[in-house]
């Protein structure tokens, strides 16, 4: 007990060792969590990924709680005497400050969480982490209709959750509102294609159509809009210099939205020569 006792007097006074002891006792065990967490799988899935971020955030705050307690004398006497330079020190740190209270934002709007995809200025991504400074998310092609995952991931500071809006695209994960168009050089009346067009799409569609119809409901009884629904759509506008865009617009499967569209453009084609082909 003298030898406990005397060996914490020894680390209390010699506070910058008990601090480096601390900091490699909280990190050995934040990683023995995180690899139990994630185990040998190869792939992380939702839950891990939501546990290991915790595990991080809650050992980054304990770690800083504890400093704070310990070193409480130390920074008493710091903020005394910078309190001639605070302004100086706010300005400095405004980009901190402004990660922060992004975060704060974030936790208290539910923007998203971890496994939601969102979209961030010109950044679409599933979130894989987000901390108190910044979130991290694993990009995918939504621009391009793909809806697949680029390899790249991104990281941005929570400030620019003040600058840009963020966008919930969680539930494009299952199923997505699949839109394209086809551009048609010669002005003649397409309206006569639509029709055994439409067939066509219903029978690519057949198979998913009537779970795409209860989940597009549970999207509107959740979202409280009336969506387009799950029934393909069609229609025309002409382009500035006298071109016909064909437009159509699928309910279906996220990773079945760039098979299904190169079908429908091949139906599309194929009706088209037939009927205008020379």
């Known amino acids: 007990m003298e030898k406990l006792t005397l060996l914490i007097d020894f680390l209390l006074t010699h506070k910058l060792l008990l601090t480096v002891l601390i900091i490699i006792l909280i990190s050995a065990i934040k990683r023995l969590v995180i690899h139990n967490i994630r185990g ?14 915790r595990t991080k955030n809650g050992s980054f705050i304990l770690l800083i709680v504890i400093l704070f307690m310990l070193w409480q004398t130390e920074i008493n006497k710091f903020a005394l005497s910078v309190t001639a330079i605070a302004i100086a020190i706010v300005v400095a740190s405004k980009e901190i400050i402004l990660c922060f209270t992004g975060s704060i934002q974030r936790a208290s709007s539910r923007s998203f969480v971890i496994g939601d995809w969102i979209e961030m200025g010109s950044l679409c991504g599933e979130v894989i982490e987000h901390n108190l400074m910044a979130t991290v998310i694993q990009e995918i092609d939504l621009h391009h209709g ?13 400030s620019t959750f003040f600058t840009y809006p963020v966008k919930n695209l969680n539930f494009m994960k299952r199923y997505v509102y699949h839109d394209f168009k086809i551009t048609v050089i010669e002005f003649v009346n397409l309206y006569p294609l639509f029709p055994d067009l439409l067939v066509k799409i219903e029978q690519h569609c057949e198979d998913f159509f009537e779970v795409a119809k209860r989940y597009n409901s549970v999207i509107e009884r959740h979202a409280g809009v009336d969506l387009p629904g799950a029934e393909p759509h069609i229609h ?10 064909v437009h159509i617009m699928i309910f279906c499967p996220t990773e079945r939205a760039s098979h299904l569209e190169q079908l429908i453009r091949e139906d599309f084609m194929v009706a088209y020569h037939q009927a205008f082909g020379k």
């Open 40 to 53: 040998d799988v190869a792939f992380l899935s939702e839950t891990q990924r939501k546990w290991m971020s």
């Open 146 to 158: 793909q809806y697949h995952f680029t390899g790249k991931t991104a990281t941005f500071p929570n």
């Open 236 to 245: 025309i506008n002409s382009g500035a210099t006298g071109e016909q865009n």
